[in-house]
């Protein structure tokens, strides 16, 4: 079982930057790969940005190449989002979670999900 807590949201000037943190408990954080996902009003739920359990490898979706960069430290048990260059239609809640099925891509190969960050971008 993990639990998944976010923070580090809030409201941003378009081109600004702020940094998510996911923090888990439980013992087994490195034992799986994260995910941050996204949810604008009024859409479904889309992929973010991904890493590997050690950290090694990471991916991003083609809409936040480039200004967003994923990151943890497992002795930490935290997963980060940073997030530069932001623009309106970054607007979203943004979720961490945790997969152990090897497949980044899909919220159903997530286990475990956080309650949600609100990040808000004004224009």
């Known amino acids: 079982q993990v639990q998944l807590v976010e923070s580090g949201g809030g409201l941003v000037q378009a081109g600004g930057s702020l940094r998510l943190s996911c923090a888990a408990s439980?013992?087994?954080?490195?034992?799986?790969?994260m995910g941050w996902f996204r949810q604008a009003p009024g859409k479904e739920r889309e992929f973010v940005a991904a890493?590997?359990?050690?950290?090694?490898?990471?991916y991003y979706a083609d809409s936040v190449k480039g200004r967003f960069s994923i990151s943890r430290d497992n002795a930490k048990n935290t997963v980060y989002l940073q997030m530069n260059k932001l623009k309106p239609e970054d607007t979203a809640v943004y979720y961490c979670?945790?997969?152990?099925?090897?497949?980044?891509?899909?919220?159903?190969?997530?286990?475990?999900w956080g309650q949600g960050t609100q990040v808000t971008v004004s224009s």
């Open positions: 979670a945790a997969t152990m099925s090897g497949i980044w891509f899909g919220e159903n190969n997530y286990d475990y």
């Open positions: 439980g013992r087994t954080f490195s034992r799986y790969d």
């Open positions: 890493i590997s359990r050690s950290g090694g490898s990471t």
